[in-house]
């Protein structure tokens, strides 16, 4: 099982790695370049359930974690977070930042809350202005950010409905 799970997460780190090779890297939909392997987080103002500002440099955890993209609207998003195992979430809640988009700081509590008691104790941010979409020139959602440090190391973008491959490498980068 193991062995399987590993197979899983090399398989999808490559193809989320792939998304990032190229001499000029991949362009989003808009056309705009994304970051380099290894890119440094950029800066971007976000604002937590209280109403208070926090730039994305705070971010900061040591290690591995996760940076979670998604908007208030998406189904998809769901699966996303859905495909982070419950038994993993509790124990990766300081390696977890979710940032929603298209939603007011007020409403923010009103929506982790949908997500069970395990995902409320992660970090969450509104983006009702669209700056981190925009600075993290995203090209849809929801993403995931397998980040070490300040920077990011893969990108998964708009995973489709099998979520076999994608539950496998969020779960394993979080352990």
Same mark, same amino acid.
């Given at each position: 099982m193991q062995r399987t799970s590993r197979a899983y997460f090399a398989?999808?780190?490559a193809l989320a790695m792939g998304a990032w090779a190229g001499a000029a890297g991949p362009t989003s939909q808009a056309g705009q370049k994304f &970051?380099?392997?290894?890119a440094a987080l950029p800066s971007f103002r976000v604002t937590d359930a209280? &109403?208070?500002a926090l730039d994305s440099g705070q971010f900061q955890r040591g290690g591995k974690w996760l940076l979670i993209y998604l #908007?208030?609207?998406?189904?998809?998003?769901?699966s996303l977070l859905q495909a982070v195992s419950a038994k993993t979430v509790p124990a990766s809640t300081k390696k977890i930042v979710v940032v929603v988009g298209k939603i007011a700081p007020n409403e923010l509590k009103h929506f982790t809350a949908r997500y069970g008691t395990e995902w409320q104790r992660a970090s969450w941010y509104a983006d009702s202005e669209g700056q981190a979409f925009s !600075?993290? !020139?995203l090209a849809g959602v929801p993403v995931a950010l397998g980040m070490r440090d300040n920077r990011i190391e893969w990108l998964l973008n708009a995973p489709g409905p099998s979520m076999t491959y994608p539950r496998s490498?969020? #779960?394993t980068w979080l352990k």
């Open positions: 398989i999808t780190l &970051g380099t392997p290894r209280a &109403g208070a #908007n208030a609207d998406c189904r998809r998003c769901d !600075k993290l !020139k490498a969020l #779960n």
